[in-house]
């Protein structure tokens, strides 16, 4: 959890209704968590899909299919509410490695 790319807001926020990246962009003050705010667009879509992978978020569905919108997952809304001190905490370079390495090399 701490080791999450945003801040606990976004994620209350997804909770709450769904977001697309450009307004999860437009709101680093709002959603950013220190200084590891993604430099570019593409490094953003990048941390919004790894947190796909791991069962965090969802792309929101209607009726058309597929939407552009990410909402919170039953698992993210779980970790929210059971570790939401965790997301407070900043993370140790231990940490950091181990997720960077578990993020570039999943299995």
């Known amino acids: 959890m701490r080791c999450l ?3 606990a807001e976004l994620y209350r926020e997804l909770q709450q209704q769904g977001l697309d990246a ?3 962009w437009q709101n680093r003050s ?3 968590r ?3 705010w993604p430099g570019d667009g593409e490094r953003l879509e990048d941390d919004l899909r790894w947190l796909i ?3 965090v978020l969802r792309r929101e569905v209607d009726g ?3 939407t552009s919108r990410f909402r919170l997952t039953p698992l993210g809304r779980d970790l929210l509410d059971s ?3 965790e997301l407070l905490k900043p993370a140790d370079w231990n940490d950091r490695l ?3 390495l578990r993020r570039r090399w999943p299995f």
């Open 5 to 7: 790319p945003f801040a």
């Open 22 to 24: 450009h307004t999860i």
């Open 30 to 32: 709002r959603f950013g």
């Open 34 to 36: 220190g200084p590891s």
């Open 53 to 55: 992978t791991v069962g």
């Open 64 to 66: 058309q299919g597929l």
């Open 83 to 85: 570790h939401q001190a």
């Open 98 to 100: 181990r997720h960077a």
